[in-house]
Structures are given as structure tokens and as C-alpha cells.
């Protein structure tokens, strides 16, 4: 009789897309790194984004600190979670790539206008939800950025 395994631990596919394999990474990380990562994806997904954060960092109205993309990630996230919440419901797939599947498709059809480095930031923070809420929420709870700081620049920057 064969021993019981979990399949959430098993080698990947050879026919699974290595964009699961990252998904997989980056559901690893702390709450922080993957909100600075939708605050980064957001801009990096978006050429027009990149050009003017270019043009702001040129002169010196742009600080890509982390604390400055974990807020414009927190901003993100709240502006879409929401959105990803309507989708359509999966049945849990029990394996962590199936979930992870699941949760880009719930992604893709739920927020419109994302490349690939916001649908897999997104899809890590929705299979995390819980400890990227709590994030956000004690984020919420620091002063916010005084008006022509910085992080001000920023967040107008990523503004929806």
C-alpha cells in the first residue's frame, strides 16, 4: 500500500506555464513585498505610468522607496479587491498550482487593462487575502504623507 501524500508539495507539470511557478514564489512572501509588488506592477504594467514616473524621477518628484510602493500597492489592492471579490466562485482544487490557476482566471476576467505582472501580484495578494487585509489595514493606521511629499507624488501617479 502506497503512503498518502499532499499534492499541494508535488513537482509541477511539465506542461504547467511557468507563470505558475512564479505564482507560486510570490504567494511566498511577506504581505509587504507582495504590496509594494502590486504597487510596482501597476506601473510597470502600464507604459504611460512608466513614462511619467521616468519624467517625475527625473526631477526629483519620484521616490520609489518601498514604503512609497507598498502604499500605492495598498491603494491598488483596495481599489480592486471588490472587483475580484464579484467573480465567479472555484471549488477549491486542493492543489496549490490549481489554486493558483483558479485565482489569475478570477483575476483576468474580473479587473480589465492588466498585464502579467499585476494579474500575478493580484492573484498572489486574492490567495492571501486575509494577511494582505491585515497589512493594509494596519498601513492605514500611519500618518498619511504630507501634501508635495513624495508618496503624494506617487499615489497621484498610480491614481485609477
Same mark, same amino acid.
Given at each position: 500500500? $502506497? ?18 511557478? #512564479?505564482?507560486?514564489? /510570490? ?6 513585498? /507582495? ?9 510597470? @504594467? ?10 517625475? #524621477?527625473?526631477?526629483?518628484?519620484? @521616490? ?11 491603494? =491598488?489592492? =483596495?481599489?480592486? =479587491? ?9 471549488? $477549491?482544487?486542493? $492543489? /496549490? ?35 494582505? @487585509?491585515?497589512?493594509?489595514?494596519? #498601513?492605514?493606521? =500611519? ?16 491614481? @485609477?
Amino acid at each position: 500500500m $502506497s503512503e498518502p501524500y499532499d499534492s499541494r508539495f508535488t513537482l509541477p507539470s511539465i506542461d504547467d506555464a511557468p507563470s505558475t511557478e #512564479a505564482g507560486v514564489i /510570490l504567494m511566498g512572501l511577506d504581505a509587504g513585498r /507582495l504590496l509594494a509588488g502590486v504597487g510596482l506592477a501597476r506601473l510597470a @504594467d502600464e507604459p504611460a505610468l512608466v513614462a511619467l514616473a521616468v519624467d517625475q #524621477a527625473r526631477h526629483d518628484a519620484l @521616490d520609489l522607496s518601498t514604503e512609497a510602493l507598498v502604499e500605492a500597492g495598498i491603494r =491598488r489592492w =483596495r481599489a480592486v =479587491r471588490p472587483l475580484i471579490e464579484a467573480g465567479p466562485e472555484t471549488t $477549491s482544487a486542493g $492543489s /496549490l498550482r490549481r489554486e493558483w490557476e483558479h485565482a489569475t482566471a478570477r483575476v483576468t476576467a474580473t479587473v480589465t487593462g492588466l498585464g502579467p505582472a499585476s494579474v500575478s501580484c493580484l492573484a498572489a495578494c486574492w490567495l492571501r487575502r486575509d494577511d494582505i @487585509d491585515d497589512a493594509a489595514q494596519s #498601513a492605514s493606521t =500611519r500618518r498619511s504623507p504630507e501634501q508635495g511629499s513624495a508618496e503624494d507624488v506617487l499615489s497621484r501617479v498610480f491614481a @485609477d
